[in-house]
């Protein structure tokens, strides 16, 4: 296995996973999760890191049966789908990848818009009111200078910076929820099944780090420390989340909204935490970009140094989730349906069928034109077979994700024609 000595220690790879984690477990997730039970959370949490770990031990696997495979390093994720069951399913999988990572930075470009709408009105006394549809279109030409850089090992100062924010809006919130009226409090009634279905979008889509977590381990010095990073990761983001999630229910109660910072009283500290949380939204947003513009780039054959192309290309792409998000009308709904249709079978589904079909990859048919042959991998080691439990385990995983998927996206695709009609959007006012 190639190891490559200016990558990613352990600890910087913890910083980059928390970094795409970013503020949002924070400000976003405590009012669902307290609608329908941490129960819900933490099955969902377990599920996440072990399937993420799964992915991993998928790819030191590849590389042990087909040590080129690690000239594919700029699309991971796909390269592995095409060893295990062919290009149709890289195909698939690389929409998926592409369209996952492409809607899930225009979440975060909307929340900073409003974020900075906010900021104007307060800070000049309601004299600069600009509308976040304005502000959208500025934070996305100024993002793009620092989306021109290369892959998460370029990006170590922006990782570092953001984990910093994301630490800083969690003791800043958790402040601010104290100095918040208690009277501001309704009970939790019992969880419906919106709530439930939202929630769960939300969670996979914020907790879901599948499509970038190869990208990370790609630039890592050592490989094989994948599981310790994504769980040091996610014991960090869930400590944050959960003590948030339980001040919030202290507080609060079913009040919580989707954007946990509307609801706390206005002072000096709300106004630190909104510009914090803005700043590191889209510090995020640069390196969870990464794994989708790696990938266009090679289907372009842009080389991998800084070059003008890379700077066009990646400036256009932000362009468009900028005009995208002119026309959504609200984010936690677009997060919720990505959530639900996109990572849920990127988390659930692809990363069991990986591992239980890469440890009996011994030989892969290759059709030619006469006949089927047959490509024997000589460094592939004997690997025993999956055990019954854990088969067990990966089935149920399989099938439970599969339901959750296809029930949740049937909400979100509900809800967001029904909150359509009744938020308009950006474009939409253009019209009104």
């Known amino acids: 296995m190639i190891v490559d000595s200016s990558g990613l220690t352990v600890p910087f790879a913890i910083l980059c996973i928390v970094d795409l984690f970013g503020i949002f477990p924070i400000v976003v997730l405590p009012g669902p999760i307290i609608k329908c039970g941490i129960p819900l959370a933490?099955?969902?949490?377990?599920?996440?890191?072990?399937?993420?770990?799964?992915?991993?031990?998928?790819?030191?696997?590849?590389?042990?049966?087909?040590?080129?495979?690690v000239k594919k390093n700029r699309y991971p994720y796909a390269a592995l789908a095409e060893l295990i069951f062919g290009n149709k399913v890289k195909g698939i999988v690389t929409v998926m990848l592409d369209v996952a990572v492409f809607g899930a930075c225009i979440p975060n470009l909307l929340i900073a818009s409003y974020n900075l709408h906010i900021l104007g009105i307060k800070f000049s006394s309601e004299r600069f009111d600009v509308s976040p549809c304005i502000w959208l279109i500025v934070i996305g030409i100024v993002l793009c200078p620092p989306l021109w850089l290369g892959s998460p090992k370029d990006m170590k100062w922006i990782a570092s910076s953001s984990v910093f924010f994301v630490g800083s809006v969690s003791v800043l919130t958790w402040i601010a929820m104290y100095g918040t009226q208690r009277e501001m409090y309704a009970p939790i009634p019992e969880p419906s099944w919106n709530s439930v279905a939202l929630a769960y979008g939300l969670l996979a889509f914020q907790f879901d780090?599948?499509?970038?977590?190869?990208?990370?381990?790609?630039?890592?010095?050592?490989k094989r420390k994948l599981p310790v990073a994504i769980i040091c990761a996610f014991l960090i983001t869930c400590s944050l989340f959960i003590i948030t999630t339980v001040i919030g229910y202290v507080r609060f109660g079913s009040l919580l909204s989707s954007n946990l910072l509307d609801q706390l009283s206005s002072n000096y500290i709300l106004d630190l935490d909104i510009t914090l949380v803005t700043v590191q939204i889209c510090l995020s947003t640069v390196v969870s970009t990464t794994a989708l513009f790696?990938?266009?780039?090679?289907?372009?054959?842009?080389p991998k140094e800084f070059n003008r192309k890379r700077c066009v290309l990646r400036s256009c792409i932000v362009m468009l989730a900028v005009t995208i998000g002119e026309?959504?009308?609200?984010?936690?709904?677009?997060m919720g349906l990505v959530g639900a249709l996109l990572t849920g079978p990127l988390m659930f589904l692809l990363p069991p069928l990986?591992?239980?079909?890469?440890?009996?990859?011994?030989?892969?048919?290759i059709k030619k034109s006469?006949?089927?042959?047959?490509?024997?991998?000589?460094?592939?080691?004997?690997?025993?077979?999956?055990?019954?439990?854990?088969?067990?385990?990966?089935?149920?995983?399989?099938?439970?994700?599969?339901?959750?998927?296809?029930?949740?996206?049937?909400?979100?695709?509900?809800?967001?024609?029904?909150?359509?009609?009744?938020?308009?959007?950006?474009?939409?006012?253009?019209f009104e």
């Open 354 to 365: 990986f591992y239980v079909k890469i440890r009996s990859l011994r030989r892969l048919k």
């Open 327 to 334: 026309a959504v009308p609200r984010f936690d709904i677009l």
């Open 294 to 302: 790696q990938h266009i780039e090679h289907f372009l054959k842009i």
């Open 370 to 430: 006469e006949g089927v042959c047959y490509r024997t991998f000589p460094n592939a080691k004997p690997t025993p077979t999956v055990g019954f439990k854990r088969l067990a385990l990966l089935i149920f995983i399989i099938l439970a994700g599969t339901l959750a998927t296809i029930l949740s996206t049937v909400s979100g695709i509900r809800d967001t024609i029904i909150y359509a009609k009744f938020t308009p959007s950006c474009i939409m006012k253009l």
């Open 209 to 222: 780090v599948h499509p970038l977590v190869l990208t990370i381990q790609m630039d890592m010095v050592n």
């Open 42 to 69: 933490i099955s969902v949490f377990a599920i996440q890191v072990y399937t993420a770990i799964l992915l991993g031990k998928c790819w030191i696997i590849a590389e042990e049966i087909e040590p080129n495979i």
